[in-house]
């Protein structure tokens, strides 16, 4: 009866692992790139800094673009939330219900970015430098509020 016992607590655990990723309940966050803020390009000033400043305070940047008066740096980050809720997963467990369509999911998707944008002269000079900074979008927010 013991080994019994042993393989019917195993088969639960092997079902429960295999139906992990259908949980009632899931929230998945992405992040590429490290976040910039406007604190951190405060160094920058255009006509003054070098190029290699920039590089030794941000590092490489995502893309590099030919421009008509020397190049164009951009760094990129993007951050994405997602949340789901299957309201009628409980409904699982009813009987004659759990074989028919029941689902009520509620949730949402966020995807937001900052992209940091460096104009450089032939001589190496910051000409130009724009900060776009929109990460505040992937924030899920599960009431509406007024914009």
Do not use: K
Request: charged share 15%; proline share 8%; net charge negative.
């Amino acid at each position: 009866m013991l080994p019994a016992r042993r393989l019917l607590l195993a088969l639960a655990c092997l079902a429960g692992l295999a139906t992990a990723g259908c949980a009632p309940i899931t929230w998945t966050r992405t992040t590429l790139n490290q976040p910039l803020h406007p604190a951190d390009i405060q160094f920058i000033t255009p006509g003054q800094t070098s190029w290699r400043e920039v590089t030794d305070h941000l590092g490489a940047p995502t893309v590099i673009d030919p421009g008509t008066e020397g190049f164009i740096a951009r760094y990129f980050f993007y951050d994405a939330a997602d949340f789901d809720a299957d309201l009628g997963y409980p409904l699982n467990y009813v009987g004659p219900i759990s074989r028919v369509p029941h689902e009520l999911d509620a949730g949402g998707t966020g995807i937001g970015g900052d992209v940091l944008t460096v104009v450089v002269n032939h001589a190496g000079v910051v000409d130009f430098v724009s900060f776009s900074h929109t990460n505040q979008i992937a924030h899920f927010n599960p009431v509406p509020t007024e914009h």
